[in-house]
DNA sequence: TTAAACTTTCAGAAATTTCTGAAAATTATA
DNA sequence: TATAATTTTCAGAAATTTCTGAAAGTTTAA
């Protein structure tokens, strides 16, 4: 199966991205090709179509699911997998910001509950201070996000329109009413 | 000068951090000195404190630089630069939050706006849909930053601390009236 | 069972990124 | 202007990440 022309600029471009998205380039490309083409595909195909080994591409598909951005799919009489993307291109990159918060955000805010318990008398007052505004913005951020996490689609795209009009929306809170 | 004891964690976790964070492990690890550090550092002390070259040093800081993360502090009667960090934690970590868009959405949103100029009727009609699924999902991300990055601090609180109570705002944005 | 069809693993090779430190460039002071 | 203080640059070295492909592992079907 060869690469579509139409598809190269992409799976290079989603190459260069790979690294600044928190995978690496040949993952990427292989999320590009199972993004943008209907049919799921197969290890070999993906091999194929990038010009990488079988290895590597095994190799990349494992994160890729590790992320949740593909799945496996089986086809009647086939034992190969195909992998297609886990839904659609809302709930991809929902997914992706999912998975960063964890491996960017929870890790630290670990540390910094764990540092904000033994809560040394000795320490200096300068970087206790500074530790807890960290501690308080990735905790008010991670229980923001877990809230907006659950939305449906809908109610946040409508939320995303808004934007800081919703600033407006809080200014006037104390001035409205039930309609009847 | 030398690394107090007590920010040793910080900043390997810092250094840990730092690729997932955009930059690398010794870029992290000079955040978190200056950050954690009430006066503002030269490059010695930082080169010293972290026992790396002062080559290297000079590198981090133009990165920082260039993420806008730290500024030049001079003393009087000193030529050497002083470091310290550009704002608050607050506005450190919204900084964070617009380089990232800068380079990780930016790029990818001037290719699909030029795809979707060129509007190739030859073109594959699943792919034409899916780059205009990406392209739409990131303008409207993109709006909506730029009118979260305008936003007051306070208000940016208060809208993260209603999180997806906003959304029963609008549930009832019809049933509301403006009190007299 | 056995064998064929696949997938995964992983040691070493290749590619990429980061780091060092001496030399070059810049800047401030006398 | 000369020189001393400081910062930046960058070639090559070191460290890290990614990739290959053959071997090992797994699954299905007869």
Redesign the interface.
Known sequence: MKL?A??E??VV?FG??GS???FNRTVGQMLAVI??T?EPLNADQIAQMLSISRGNVSMGLKELQSWQLIRVHHRPGDRKDYFKPSG???EL?LQVLAE?RK??VE??LS?LRS?LMNDDPE??L??SQ??K??HD?LE??N??F???H??SPD?L???????????R??D??D?????K
């Open positions: 579509p139409e598809l600029s992409f471009h260069e991205m600044r998205w928190g993004v943008f209907e659609s291109i809302w990159a960063r491996r960017e890790p630290t540390l540092q320490s200096d300068f970087v500074k530790i505004e960290i913005l008010l951020f229980t923001w877990d809230d907006i659950r939305m109610n795209i409508t939320l995303l329109k808004l934007g800081s009009g919703v600033g929306v809080l006037i809170k001035k409205i009413s039930f309609k």
